[in-house]
DNA sequence: GGCCCATGGAGGTCAAGATCGGAATCCAGC
DNA sequence: GCTGGATTCCGATCTTGACCTCCATGGGCC
C-alpha cells in the first residue's frame, strides 16, 4: 500500500492506466465512501489534478472499474457456458468461474458483489447486469433441456447464481481448509443433483 | 412519504417508536449515505434536535434497525428449522421463511442484504451473522443427516443460504407472475433434489 | 537558451452531521 | 382555577470533511 516514488512523467495512456490500477487497489481496500480522490491520487503518486485531468470525478473512476469488473465475470460465465455441451461438466465450469472470479488477486468482485454505492442507478444497473445476464445464459440452458417455462427456469437459474456468488464469496473469506477447485467441485456437485432431476426435454 | 403534521408532543418511549419507524422507511428507501437526519426527522415531524436526544449518531441509529432486521430473519430461519423432523419439509419451511422476510412490507430485509454500509465493521458484523448463524444451523442438519466432514457440510449451507437470499431478493424484484409460495416452493425443490442425493448417514 | 505544458500545493465551496438558547406544553398540587 | 417546574421541542448555527479548481514551478524539446 505504499505511495509510489513520486517522479517521472508518463504518456497519457500509461498514466491512464495507472490511475485505474492505483484506483482499484483503494476502492477494492476501502470502498467508495471512505476512499478519497487524494488517497487514490497519493497510491499512484501524482496530485489531484492530474487524476481530474484524465477522469471527471469520482463516480465515473468508480464505474469504470465496477464496469469492467462486471464485463469480466459475465464473459467469464459465457465461456463457460460454451465451453462444453456436457450440461453436468457446464456447472462444475460455470461454478469454477465464479471461484476463480472471486478469489483472483485484485479483488475486484468486491466492486461487484460488495459494493457500498448500490443506490446510485448507474450502479445498481451494472451490479443487476452480473446477475441478470448470467441467470438469462442459464436460462436457456435450462429451459432447453427441462422444456420448464421461462419464468420458472429463470428463477432456477437466479437460484444457481446466487449459490455460486454467495458461497464463493463465504469460501474466500474463510476456505476454512478447502482448497479452490476441492469448494468449486463440492458446490457444483449440489448444483447439478438440483438440476438434474427435472424432466428431460426430448 | 408526505412528512407528518408538525403537531403534538409525545412521552418518550412513543416518540423513540415512531423516529425508529420513519427511519427505517427512509433508509430502506434511499440507503445509509443518501439518507440525511434532515430527512429522518422530517419524515417523523419532528425537528432534528428531538432524533439526537433519542439516539447518539445516525450510524447508531441504523444499527439499532440493522440489529432488529437480522434478528429476525435469524429467528424466523430457526423456527424454520425446528418446526419439523423431516428434512423435505424443513427446507421447504427455511426456504418459505427468507421468501416471507424478504417480501415483507416494510422491506427491513434491505438493510440487510443491499446494505451500502459494509464497510463499517460493525454493520459487516451484523449483515455475515445472518448468513453465519442461519449457515451454522443447516450445518448440524446436514452433518447429522449425511455424515459429512463439517467444513464441507458449512460450504453446502452457505450455498443454499445463498440460494435462498439471492432468489429471494431477485423474485422480489420482479415476480414474473410466480406468487410467492410458488416461487419459494420451486427454489425448495431446487434445494432439496440437490441435498437429497448425499449419502444417508445411519 | 527560451518556450511549453504537465505538475503540485493551497484554497473555495458546499453538503451534512451535530449542537445551543429559548419557547411552548403538560402535569401535580394547593 | 392557577402556578411552578420539568420535559419536550424548534430555529438557527457551527464545524468538519471531501470534492473539485487556481497560481507558481520545473523538467523536456527545438
Redesign the pocket.
Known amino acids: 500500500m505504499a505511495p509510489r516514488p513520486?517522479g517521472?512523467?508518463?504518456p497519457?495512456r500509461a498514466?491512464r492506466a495507472q490511475l485505474l490500477e492505483s484506483a482499484l487497489e483503494v476502492f477494492v481496500a476501502n470502498g467508495y465512501?471512505?476512499?478519497?480522490?487524494?488517497?487514490i491520487?497519493d497510491r499512484a503518486?501524482?496530485?489531484?489534478?492530474?487524476?481530474?485531468?484524465h477522469f471527471?470525478?469520482?463516480?465515473e473512476l468508480y464505474l469504470a472499474l465496477l464496469e469492467t469488473s462486471c464485463d469480466a465475470i459475465i464473459a467469464s460465465c459465457r465461456r463457460a457456458l460454451e465451453s462444453t455441451e456436457d450440461n453436468k461438466q457446464r456447472v462444475a465450469a460455470t461454478m469454477s468461474a465464479f471461484y476463480e472470479y472471486v478469489g483472483s488477486e485484485s479483488g475486484a468482485f468486491r466492486l461487484v458483489f460488495e459494493s457500498d454505492l448500490t443506490n446510485e442507478p448507474a450502479v445498481r444497473a451494472q451490479i443487476d447486469r452480473v446477475t441478470i445476464d448470467c441467470a438469462e445464459m442459464i436460462t436457456d440452458v435450462i429451459r432447453d433441456d427441462t422444456g420448464l417455462p421461462t419464468t420458472a427456469a429463470n428463477l432456477l437459474a437466479v437460484s444457481l447464481v446466487g449459490m455460486a456468488q454467495v458461497s464463493a464469496r463465504f469460501w474466500t473469506d474463510d476456505p476454512g481448509g478447502l482448497g479452490r477447485d476441492e469448494a468449486s467441485a463440492l458446490v457444483a456437485g449440489l448444483a447439478w443433483r438440483g438440476i438434474a432431476g427435472y424432466p428431460k426435454h426430448d
Do not use: F, I, N
Open positions: 513520486r517521472g512523467r508518463l497519457r498514466r465512501h471512505a476512499t478519497g480522490m487524494d488517497d491520487a503518486g501524482v496530485s489531484k489534478p492530474v487524476l481530474y485531468q471527471p470525478g469520482k463516480q
